[in-house]
């Protein structure tokens, strides 16, 4: 991000999603352990969703500025692959539908890496569900109509000017498509 905003891109980072209702307070804490917890009332996930979804397009149609570049930690699709991390309860059909309603990102870049990196990193969940996941985050980005797959393997730098060049990528088609 400092990368970016030192070539005078207008950088704000967002993490996961707005929080308009809740909002974050200081040194927000951490739950480290997000497959520990059970899964929220049916009720309770259902309106959360709702209300993530109504976030969203507020943020996107008064919050989010133009030109600027946001850059998100995860997204609301993350839900649907990792339903535990989030400690949905509700049904998976609304999920998917609340996940269709929500605004798009420009791009999606999906910071891919073996298993085995991947668990050497963080061992939240074991080798056979990290590789589900990471099969489900390649199988979902792979479907988006601009998406860049960056090996996160690879060095800081390296994966940092992967993802500089899939944004300079972005913003050059948008430059020449606005100029026909």
């Known amino acids: 991000m400092g990368r970016m905003a030192q070539?005078?891109?207008?950088?704000?980072?967002?993490?996961?999603?707005?929080?308009l209702v809740k909002p974050q307070r200081g040194n927000a804490v951490v739950n480290i352990v997000p497959h520990s917890q059970p899964p929220r009332s049916v009720l309770f996930s259902l309106a959360k969703i709702f209300v993530w979804l109504l976030e969203e397009w507020y943020a996107n149609l008064f919050m989010?500025?133009?030109?600027?570049?946001?850059?998100?930690?995860?997204?609301?699709h993350d839900l649907l692959i990792d339903p535990v991390r989030y400690r949905?309860?509700?049904?998976?059909?609304?999920?998917?539908?609340?996940?269709?309603?929500?605004?798009?990102?420009?791009?999606?870049?999906?910071l891919d890496a073996p298993v085995e990196v991947l668990q050497s990193r963080k061992q939240e969940v074991s080798?056979?569900?990290?590789?589900?996941?990471?099969?489900?985050y390649q199988d979902f980005v792979c479907k988006q109509r601009k998406f860049a797959i960056v090996d996160a393997s690879l060095s800081l730098d390296n994966v940092i000017a992967d993802v500089a060049r899939a944004v300079v990528e972005l913003n050059s088609m948008k430059h020449m498509m606005e100029s026909v």
């Open 7 to 19: 070539e005078n891109h207008v950088v704000s980072m967002r993490y996961l999603k707005p929080l």
């Open 64 to 76: 989010d500025k133009r030109g600027e570049l946001l850059i998100c930690d995860r997204y609301y």
């Open 88 to 110: 949905y309860g509700g049904p998976t059909w609304a999920a998917a539908l609340v996940g269709k309603l929500m605004p798009r990102p420009q791009l999606w870049i999906l």
């Open 127 to 136: 080798p056979t569900e990290c590789a589900r996941q990471r099969q489900a």
